[in-house]
């Protein structure tokens, strides 16, 4: 295979996961681990976390909806706890990485997310949105589902990216840190990478574009 693009998840991947806030947040407050996991993979297309990354209900009507979904669950927490831990932090070696690949593929990026906080990585202050936005100008082209109003892992979004930097599915390599999201650019045809940590994403990036990101 040819390696003509790498594309990339931002969240868990670029930066630091939220689900490691949600953990710190779940411990902090004696409810169940991966309560907010359990919450989001509960009736996935059509729950909270869905609407509002199609940007179908806003943040007040997140907020509502997830303490329906979590009191259903035995745990009620407000959909606005949730969104105050949405921004992870920047991974400079992936950045780095990301700009190696910048020099030899193009690169996009495909980011489930939703209209709160500040900017595309939804952060929680203006110094942070303006270290996203340096990240995002990186890429050559960017599809965020609050804006698109379509997302991961429905097929079309992946196929939108390909038509958008000209290659196909073959000649990509795709980075997320949710297998569920993998899944479907792997069936099309990318070499997927499930992204567990900084030093295994790298490690397998390496390996499937032939770069060295030491």
Request: include cysteine.
């Amino acid at each position: 295979m040819t390696v003509k693009a790498v594309i990339w998840d931002f969240g868990g991947v670029i930066t630091s996961s939220p689900f490691e806030a949600f953990n710190r947040y779940e411990a902090e407050k004696g409810l169940p681990h991966n309560l907010f996991r359990t919450v989001n993979s509960t009736n996935p297309d059509s729950n909270a976390w869905a609407l509002f990354e199609r940007n179908e209900i806003d943040a007040p009507g997140f907020d509502a909806m997830f303490l329906t979904e979590s009191t259903a669950l035995g745990h009620p927490v407000r959909g606005a706890e949730v969104l105050a831990l949405l921004s992870g932090d920047i991974r400079p070696r992936v950045v780095a990485a990301l700009n190696t690949c910048k020099q030899h593929f193009k690169v996009g990026c495909i980011t489930n997310n939703v209209q709160t906080g500040h900017g595309a990585g939804m952060s929680a202050n203006t110094q942070k949105a303006a270290a996203v936005e340096g990240v995002m100008e990186l890429f050559d082209a960017i599809i965020e589902s609050s804006k698109a109003g379509i997302r991961k892992p429905d097929p079309r979004i992946y196929q939108m990216m390909c038509e958008l930097l000209q290659v196909e599915p073959a000649e990509c390599v795709y980075l997320d840190d949710l297998g569920i999201n993998c899944k479907p650019a792997a069936a099309l045809g990318m070499t997927a990478i499930k992204v567990t940590g900084q030093d295994q994403a790298l490690a397998d990036l390496e390996r499937a574009t032939g770069l060295s990101f030491a």
